[in-house]
């Protein structure tokens, strides 16, 4: 998966799906987009209402949008590698920063669980068919 699709289907297919699995691509991909457009939104707010302006307008707004998509990636991100996405809570926890940032770069432990199929497998099936023949 890379970039554009992660965007895509985080933010439109998939904004409120808690219970199925999101594959390690996915959501570093999402990650990677969302600090970009993080950092795209303080130049603005930067231009639009000066450095010396502590409160970005535009960055509030943005990351209120992708609040609610960044809980739910995260959560089917910790599915993918048998957790429960409630783990993500140790994150308001300073020190539980670390597991869940441990278990979000782990690879998926089954092919199947209960929150689904493996979405790597789903993903290289769509890599072969777009092979040449």
Do not use: H
């Not at 439109?12 to 390690?24: E, I, L, Q, V």
């Not at 943005?62 to 960044?70: T, W």
């Not at 441990?102 to 769509?126: D, F, Q, S, V």
Request: net charge positive.
């Amino acid at each position: 998966m890379k970039l554009k699709q992660a965007m895509i289907t985080v933010l439109k297919d998939k904004y409120f799906d808690f219970k199925t699995r999101a594959s390690r691509s996915e959501y570093w991909w999402f990650i990677v987009g969302c600090g970009i457009i993080g950092f795209v939104a303080g130049i603005i707010d930067a231009i639009a209402f000066g450095i010396e302006n502590p409160i970005g307008y535009t960055a509030i707004i943005i990351q209120l949008a992708i609040l609610i998509p960044s809980i739910a990636v995260t959560s089917r991100r910790l599915q993918d590698r048998g957790r429960s996405g409630w783990n993500q809570l140790w994150m308001l926890t300073i020190i539980g920063i670390i597991p869940v940032i441990y278990w979000t770069l782990m690879p998926a432990k089954e092919k199947n669980n209960k929150w689904g199929i493996n979405p790597r497998i789903a993903e290289l099936k769509e890599e072969q068919s777009n092979l040449p023949k």
